[in-house]
């Protein structure tokens, strides 16, 4: 099964950046990391993914090692409605999504 | 945005009930999923659907499960006999191509069985 290690909870403050990491020691040169999130009652959404380079989108960043055995995705400006569980998830290209337990992000007024 | 819609929002049976699950994906998308989130755990896969047949599937999907696209709009999740622990947020979701597309969830039905 595709294994990645994220922390259990975070905290941080309205307005001010996020970093979630995630470590994927054993991952192979052809996953892509994923990251999704899911917010309170409803189903997962995409918030980016990528393979070697960083990438940006409207959402987030997404910070990955030389490596490639961790990443770290960046919220530039965390607000109340990214209090969320966050999924960072190992995935082949074409298989099925394996989410894990995720970052529970909470975030303070 | 398009959006994966499933209905209905929430589904109360007897056990050994059957129940159907139904989830109209984004419009042209081809690959088709079933998740499940029992309370308070991971989400869970079930199945995927591409081209009228399972591609692949879980070892929760047992023979009490079913996967349909009857038509060309709707997805449908069947489960035979309902069980207690069946009691579950089904997740419906699809993608549009493969290699390494995003899916698109719905909001979920949240299946009690009593």
């Known amino acids: 099964d595709a294994k990645t290690t994220q922390p259990n909870s975070m905290e941080s403050n309205e307005e001010e950046p996020v970093h979630l990491p995630c470590n994927h020691s054993t991952i192979s040169g052809t996953d892509y990391i994923h990251w999704y999130r899911q917010l309170p009652s409803q189903g997962p959404e995409y918030v980016i993914h990528?393979?070697?380079s960083n990438v940006n989108n409207r959402m987030a960043s997404l910070a990955i090692a030389e490596d490639r055995k961790s990443s770290t995705l960046i919220l530039h400006r965390a607000t109340l409605r990214d209090a969320a569980v966050y999924y960072c998830?190992?995935?082949?290209?074409?298989?099925?999504?394996?989410f894990g337990e995720g970052t529970q992000l909470t975030v303070n007024p | 945005e398009p959006e994966v819609t499933q209905t209905p929002s929430h589904q109360v049976t007897q056990m050994g009930q059957e129940v159907i699950l139904r989830c109209v994906p984004i419009s042209n998308h081809l690959y088709f999923y079933w998740y499940r989130q029992i309370l308070g755990q991971k989400v869970e896969f079930l199945v995927s659907f591409y081209n009228n047949e399972i591609s692949e599937k879980s070892e929760i999907f047992d023979d009490q499960f079913s996967v349909e696209r009857p038509d060309g709009s709707n997805f449908t999740l069947k489960i035979r006999s309902t069980k207690l622990e069946d009691s579950a947020m089904y997740f419906c979701a699809s993608r549009q191509r493969d290699g390494n597309e995003k899916l698109f969830f719905g909001s979920g039905t949240q299946l009690s069985v009593l």
């Open positions: 998830i190992r995935r082949p290209s074409g298989s099925r999504l394996t």
């Open positions: 990528g393979l070697t």
